[in-house]
């Protein structure tokens, strides 16, 4: 019975999410999850006999990418569950993804097979070898059509270049090179070559007990390819240049907000920590996620911030307790829509936060198996520290810390966002009138 117990819940947590994609369409939506598997699904097309079926998203292919490691030199168990999927710009009929672990960057190949040839001259239908003696005549092998299959391949694997673990990956706006990023070191790959890249980030002090920051995130610019930016666990942000230095340990751009004194307490250097960084698809802006805000940086303004967004200031004086039940800890992402005039990040409750930045105007939305029936309208959320409670609101004593969304996506180019919370994947679009 115990270990019945201990499976249900090995299986509940390899159903956890672990990150969310769109492709560079739209058409397709990739999630990973702790248990190293990958899930693609693909939308609808629309019909005239159902026109509002478009938007739909369908199970289109799941594989699995990674699997349970151990590392002998080390005695360290890897783990498979999925840190990051990355898409690559679709070339031909077939989809190419880069996914990864904390070790081991993985490129698959999503194709579709809808014929099969048939008439072998030296096979028989079966697929045994033939008798040569027997062979009398010569066939041309024809292509049949066959029910559609839809097949992942592995076609690189990218590993052994990472002594901690990979938080992120960014496929550069050159499509021949990506970035790998782990705590101390970035290291730059060729897409076709797996047996070599190159270190252009190494932030290893000599005496590691001198260490007092470790690289949080890496993300190439959009349309510049010698451009990328890191962020730090102390809450700076680097832009560095690669036709600088062949190591870029030497940032060009350096932005960071003095903390303000008042502010200061035993949390503060966690809790400015960034756990996401985004360019803007302008190119234009960077957004930055730490546990209580998003900021959004203009590049040709280091000093300070453009925009500061409260994401759950009411948590604030929760601190000590988030610090025991280790949330403190937690990696909220943060995503742009397509137009970069809306930011969207997750909090806990399964509540995500959306700040309009033309208006000034924000909403916490949840969700949750209540609200995701079809056409159901999201109501936005309120919490309320201390003091009454209205009827619509919730008490920021009564939030739920394990129901957390730490990854969203928003579509390319419409009004779709994805939302993982916990095992279950969310996809909500805007209302059609």
């Known amino acids: 019975m115990h270990l019945l117990e201990e499976d249900k819940r090995r299986f509940l947590k390899a159903d956890i999410i672990s990150t969310v994609e769109f492709n560079s369409t739209g058409e397709l939506l990739a999630t990973g999850d702790k248990g190293g598997r990958v899930v693609v699904f693909q939308r609808e097309q629309?019909?005239?006999?159902?026109?509002?079926?478009?938007g739909e998203y369908n199970v289109y292919s799941t594989?699995?990418?990674?699997?349970?490691?151990?590392?002998?030199?080390k005695s360290l168990e890897i783990e498979?569950?999925?840190?990051k999927i990355r898409w690559l710009p679709q070339q031909n009929a077939a989809y190419f993804l880069l996914s990864t672990n904390d070790k081991t960057v993985k490129l698959w190949k999503i194709s579709e097979r809808d014929k099969r040839p048939e008439g072998y001259n030296l096979k028989d239908e079966d697929g045994r070898i033939r008798d040569p003696a027997t062979i009398t005549t010569l066939r041309v092998p024809v292509l049949r059509p066959m029910d559609?299959?839809?097949?992942?391949?592995?076609?690189?694997?990218?590993?052994?270049?990472?002594?901690?673990?990979?938080n992120s990956i960014s496929v550069n706006s050159d499509y021949e090179t990506f970035m790998?990023?782990?705590?101390?070191?970035?290291?730059?790959?060729n897409l076709e070559i797996t047996n070599r890249s190159f270190n252009i980030v190494d932030i290893k002090p000599t005496n590691m007990e001198e260490l007092t920051e470790v690289i949080t995130a890496a993300e190439f610019h959009p349309h510049h390819c010698n451009t990328f930016v890191y962020s730090s666990s102390k809450g700076?942000?680097?832009l560095c240049d690669m036709r600088a230095a062949a190591l870029c340990d030497n940032h060009s751009k350096f932005f960071e907000e003095p903390e303000d004194p008042s502010n200061r307490s035993f949390f503060s250097e966690i809790i400015s920590s960034i756990s996401d960084v985004k360019f803007s698809h302008s190119g234009r802006y960077l957004m930055t996620r730490d546990y209580?805000?998003?900021?959004?940086?203009?590049?040709?303004?280091?000093?300070?911030?453009?925009e500061t967004y409260q994401v759950h200031d009411y948590l604030r004086s929760k601190l000590c307790s988030l610090y025991e039940n280790d949330c403190i800890f937690d990696k909220f992402e943060c995503v742009w829509n397509g137009s970069d005039s809306v930011i969207m990040t997750g909090s806990y409750n399964n509540f995500f936060r959306m700040f309009d930045r033309n208006t000034k105007r924000d909403v916490t939305l949840e969700a949750s198996r209540e609200n995701s029936k079809p056409r159901a309208i999201l109501k936005p959320r309120k919490v309320c520290v201390g003091g009454k409670r209205r009827k619509d609101e919730i008490s920021v004593d009564s939030l739920d810390f394990s129901k957390k969304i730490l990854h969203t996506a928003w579509h390319p180019s419409e009004n779709i966002?994805?939302?993982?919370?916990?095992?279950?994947?969310?996809?909500?679009?805007?209302?059609?009138?």
Request: aromatic letters at 10%; hydrophobic letters at 40%.
């Open 292 to 306: 209580l805000t998003v900021k959004v940086w203009d590049l040709n303004m280091e000093s300070k911030p453009l």
């Open 46 to 54: 629309e019909s005239k006999n159902q026109p509002h079926r478009r």
């Open 236 to 238: 700076s942000i680097r």
């Open 417 to 433: 966002i994805a939302v993982a919370a916990t095992n279950n994947l969310y996809i909500f679009q805007d209302k059609v009138n």
């Open 80 to 83: 498979e569950k999925i840190n």
């Open 148 to 166: 559609l299959m839809v097949e992942a391949a592995p076609r690189r694997v990218f590993s052994n270049a990472h002594t901690y673990h990979i």
């Open 180 to 189: 790998s990023t782990d705590d101390l070191r970035i290291n730059l790959w």
């Open 63 to 73: 594989f699995q990418s990674h699997e349970p490691e151990f590392d002998y030199l």
